[in-house]
């Protein structure tokens, strides 16, 4: 029987310490793979504790991959990769202080980005776009903002804006402010010295792409973020597509890539909404660990440059981690590796609008060298006055407060909506996965068997003001070429008449009739009108449905 000692008094939770400790085991190889765990009424009369306190942590354990629930069976160990291959006991200590930080962070909502998508050329306005393109600013405390650049304005010193604008990291009161606030939330720690600022993800490629070489071959996710492959390219990488399942990116695939590189979501996937189990991440990172050889593609393309060992990075993209709406944060893969291996990266367009282009990454220490040596001529291209009045905002507890607000309203905008349509006559067709992962969520709608195609659905529902996005749009017709390639290929390959392009519709796994999956992002809907929309939703799949036959 497993036997842990908890304290009421702790600051943080029951549940929390609990957790901790039998991933620590899992971790350790205390616990067998394979082996059972005591059901959750057994182990709650042992520890003295509720029932939902371990239900709780196993519901976690099980997000993150290292226990599987077994219908009427009960919960099981996961088998993860030899763990001697990390430093383990660092990881521990690792896994305490991420843990003493949720707990000073009490305030945010245990229960409780916008993602770039197909470009709208709608011209009449729109009901609900769930595209995630046109998000409201009706949570962006403007007011407070206001108040923030006035201070600043009247306190910052010619000293400190001189300082901010030369300074080739970014500034600062920025950096510090955004490594108290990774320590407070995400429990990362990192020195101020180690963050980059850029204006935008996409400045924040460009500088990647030169810090680590443009001889080397970056493994994006696909399904992924469309325009990710295209910013890597346009800085001069070869870029390769990895599928993603249910836990994660494809290691075994990647393995067989060229790529020295891999950028990956592992807290939230988009689309897909996978979260990386935690076998998949012992994977990467022994993946990581590895030598890769400079990649044939660029040896041949380049014949003065010559093969030499590489070190292999993990890019972490942690878009939308402020808003995971249920259970607790999913540890950041940054705090895991113990190689200097991981590169995190994330952004404040998410949190704050499309207007605020503020992106940043952390180094690790052997990159941030280099960084140092090679790129003390860079500029940081956001304002100096733009990143003070951030700086204020985040050390104030604005930005906390503000991310709060947001994320209670989107949870209760995506449980309003879901329960909606299951309760509409749409109900019976439509299946929903990863509602409360982050701000998008999928929904699996059944068509009629012979269905080859969602157009027709797609149609009637954007003739009633609802743009769906089918899952398979960010899926790369081409994940093995770049766009070199492709412009020498043959150019029957890319005859939309002969060129095998992915279906809009699969077939579900135990009916075999054919589905479609959408990508819901609810970040632009507005609250007052959710019953319009799903009644438009519902009439829309109603009638396609006559339609199909």
Partial sequence: ????????????????QLYQAIRSDIELARLDAGSKLPSKRTLAQHLGISVIT???????????????????????????????????SAGSERIEHQLNAEAAARQIDPLLSSIPSVPSIQATPLLADFSGNDRSGDQFPFHIWAKTVRRTLSEASKGVL???????????????????????????????????????????????????GRERTFAVEDPGYPALRTHYELSGAHVVGIPVDENG????????????????????QFPTGSVMSAVRRHEVLDWARETSEQNAFRSSKRPGVKDRPM???????????EFRMRGRPIPPLFMQDAQGSVIYMNTFTRSLGSVFRIAYMVLPPQLLTTFNERFTARACMVGALEQLELARFITSGDYERHVNRQRTAYRRLQDSLVAKIMASEAGDYVRFKGVGSGLHFLMEVDLPAGAGSAMPFENASLERGIRLVNIETYRSAFPNHSTKDRRTMDPRALDPATMSSPSDVTLHPHTTNPCAT???????????????????????????????S
């Fill in 249 to 268: 990116l494809d290691v075994a695939t990647l393995r067989t890539s060229e790529a020295s590189i891999a950028h990956c979501s592992p807290a939230h």
């Fill in 1 to 16: 029987m497993l036997t842990y000692e908890l304290d009421a008094k702790n600051s943080r939770s029951l549940y929390e």
């Fill in 518 to 548: 959408y990508v819901m992002n609810v970040s632009g809907l507005d609250s007052e009108r959710i019953d319009e929309i799903v009644a438009a939703l519902s009439d829309a799949l109603l009638t396609s449905i006559s339609a199909y």
């Fill in 54 to 88: 371990v239900e709780s942590a196993y519901r976690q354990l099980a997000a993150e991959g290292y226990i599987e629930a077994k219908e009427r069976r009960g919960y099981f160990v996961n088998e993860l990769p030899s763990v001697q291959a990390h430093d383990m």
């Fill in 311 to 321: 070190k292999r990075y993990i890019i972490e993209d942690d878009y939308d981690s």
């Fill in 162 to 212: 001189l300082r901010t604008a030369h300074d080739n990291r970014g500034s600062e009161e920025l950096r510090t402010a955004i490594a108290q606030h990774l320590d407070h939330f995400r429990g990362l720690e990192a020195s101020p010295e180690q963050i980059i600022i850029g204006a935008g993800a996409q400045d924040l490629y460009g500088v990647l792409v030169q810090l680590l």
